[in-house]
């Protein structure tokens, strides 16, 4: 039997999908105590962008940040991105940063994904899903948002549109410590 390169090509595609899949589940069942959760401290990370450039969330520290798990098998994280990126646009005068996490892909697809869908905002690459271990990704896209001082103030899994990044950013400026 021969496979020919486009067959191979997508079912090699598909093995990738389902075994991330299956990593996702197995994150889910973590014990809960493990987890993240809002009024905590965001775990500070340093991951690389496609070209190597080493982000930090270090340097987000005074600024309102969501950090946005996501990956382009997901059909919801790519409807998603243009209106994300819209929103960045438009919010990025207001102290507010975002710092995208591709779950699992390669640089060369994260790349093009960039290149497709004209992103401004860093985004970095979890190859190996240390973070998204760490933060508790169970579904994607997950969103973080942590407020000027680090601390984690929402989570949201699923879609997030301009009018509720913006209510968040209103809740987290007014927010009494």
């Not at 993240?36 to 982000?55: C, M, N």
């Not at 892909?105 to 760490?134: C, N, T, W």
Request: hydrophobic share 40%; glycine share 6%; aromatic share 14%.
């Amino acid at each position: 039997m021969v496979i020919h390169g486009e067959f191979k090509v997508n079912i090699l595609k598909y093995l990738s999908i389902t075994i991330l899949f299956f990593v996702l589940i197995l994150f889910s069942c973590n014990n809960d105590k493990q987890r993240i959760k809002v009024g905590q401290h965001a775990p500070d990370f340093s991951l690389y962008t496609p070209e190597r450039e080493k982000i930090s969330t270090k340097k987000y520290y005074g600024k309102y940040l969501l950090i946005h798990f996501w990956a382009d098998w997901c059909s919801q994280c790519r409807a998603e991105f243009p209106k994300l990126e819209e929103s960045y646009r438009n919010l990025r005068d207001r102290n507010f940063e975002i710092v995208a996490v591709n779950v699992g892909q390669s640089a060369g697809h994260v790349r093009e994904f960039i290149k497709r869908y004209h992103i401004s905002f860093p985004m970095v690459m979890d190859g190996d899903l240390r973070m998204s271990k760490i933060y508790g990704v169970t579904g994607l896209p997950t969103n973080y948002f942590i407020n000027d001082k680090g601390i984690i103030f929402k989570i949201i899994i699923g879609w997030v549109n301009e009018q509720q990044i913006l209510k968040i950013l209103e809740e987290m400026k007014n927010e009494k410590v």
